[in-house]
């Protein structure tokens, strides 16, 4: 902020928060779904508002991963000023290219691109 300060600049300070979404049995699956579509892929998972974890109760668990895989899969990516897009390019090639790190390396490990991968984690018991 005070570097911004001495030249005048807009700024947007973000704390490097995560931002978890707890799912209780009585919640409402569609709204929960819908919110971690919205803000889980809102500017590339690019900022702190992004939903990083979703953490469920084994009561709605299973409904809420099928969810959440479908509502992923309903996407679009494409050209951000496209009202239709729902998820937009990275900010930068440095910033594609750790993503595309991620993929390679999770792929190295042996994961295959399911929607339910093996060895994924289940519920857990509270």
Do not use: C, W
């Not at 809102?42 to 668990?61: D, F, H, I």
């Amino acid at each position: 902020m005070r570097n911004a300060a001495d030249t005048l600049k807009r700024v947007h300070l973000e704390l490097g928060g995560k931002a978890p979404v707890v799912v209780f049995d009585d919640a409402d699956l569609e709204a929960v779904i819908a919110g971690v579509k919205a803000f889980g892929y809102y500017n590339a998972g690019q900022t702190a508002r992004r939903r990083v974890g979703v953490l469920a109760r084994p009561g709605v668990y299973g409904d809420l991963v099928d969810g959440l895989a479908e509502a992923a899969g309903s996407l679009v990516v494409g050209d951000p000023a496209d009202e239709a897009t729902g998820a937009r390019p990275v900010v930068s090639s440095d910033q594609r290219d750790r993503v595309a790190g991620f993929v390679e390396r999770a792929a190295a490990a042996g994961a295959t691109g399911q929607r339910r991968p093996v060895g994924r984690p289940g519920p857990a018991s509270y």
